[in-house]
């Protein structure tokens, strides 16, 4: 049977790379374009570009984002000039958002040209960004509104996170490949990676319909927590949670879906407590380092969801 991902960047594609080695094309990566933005006149797609380099092979391990055997030499000449550099482009990225902004101008979908490049870098699963439409995380600091990537990037997420607004919900639409994914008469399980809840995860489901599809699924949802030991392995999700006052614990991430999941899949370090969360769970090591550990994580999610049909 076919699977639905719903992932962010860098924790969620960890997942979906194991994912695709166990399913192939019966994989759908469903991905976050909340922190898409306009930057140089260049569309850029974080989350997207994420997905496509890790699953192509082409990411880069140590830096999370961008592709592996990357130069700089855009970057320098746009520094000699006095170009913005707050935000790093490298030279093969580049034709990346050149090529995918060129496109949109000429009129395709976000979609279309998702399918398109995943195929030449010989990606074997399906990956969908959540719609079509402009989507926008605005984090609310401690100093003022912040567009996503002058808060993630430009202040490295040091402004402390009072509320994460998202712009576009009312007119955005799930696209019609996701509906058809979500759809599929021979869908088994839909997965919620272990990405950033606040950042990846929540503004996927706030595209309307989104909810009311997991909700009404006739397979069974689960979610990988992104928390390992009341820490999160990268990134401001511990941080956030410390800032929006909730406990940075296995049971927050299962309160926060609540309704929406019918299991958690926590670390085998964090078994205790594991009883009480009010759900049903099921215990793996999550950190995910090598290929191997993706690929035997992935084997988990798909088991569990077995065991709740
Ligand atoms: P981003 O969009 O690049 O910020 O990435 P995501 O939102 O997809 O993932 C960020 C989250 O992934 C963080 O909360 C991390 O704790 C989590 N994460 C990263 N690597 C791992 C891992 O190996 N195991 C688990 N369980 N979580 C991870
Ligand atoms: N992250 C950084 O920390 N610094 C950068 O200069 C940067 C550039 C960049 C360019 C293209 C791209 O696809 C991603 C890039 N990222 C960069 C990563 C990214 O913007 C963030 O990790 C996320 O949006 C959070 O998921
Ligand atoms: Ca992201």
Redesign the pocket.
Known sequence: GRVVAL????????LALGLQHLLGERLTVVV?VA?DFEHLGLHIS??LD?VLYTLGGLSDQQR??GRSDETWNFMGALKEIGGQTWFSLGDRDMAMHVERTRRRLSGETLTAISIDIARRFGVRSNVLPITNNKLSTIVVSTEGELEFQRYFVGRRCEPAVKQIRFSGTESARLTQEVLQALDADDLRLIIL????PY??IDPMLAVPGMTEKLRAARVPVIA?????GGQ????P?RKIMDELGLEATNREIARHYAGLIDGLII?TTDAEGAADLGIDVHLAP????GLQSKIALAEHALMFGNSLR
Do not use: E
Request: aromatic share 2%.
């Open positions: 992932c962010g960047g860098v924790g969620g594609a960890k976050n922190d974080p989350d994420t999370g984002w990676c272990p990405s950033n950042l990846s990988i927590s992104p928390i390992i999160a392995i990268k990134g999700t670390d999550t950190l995910m380092t």
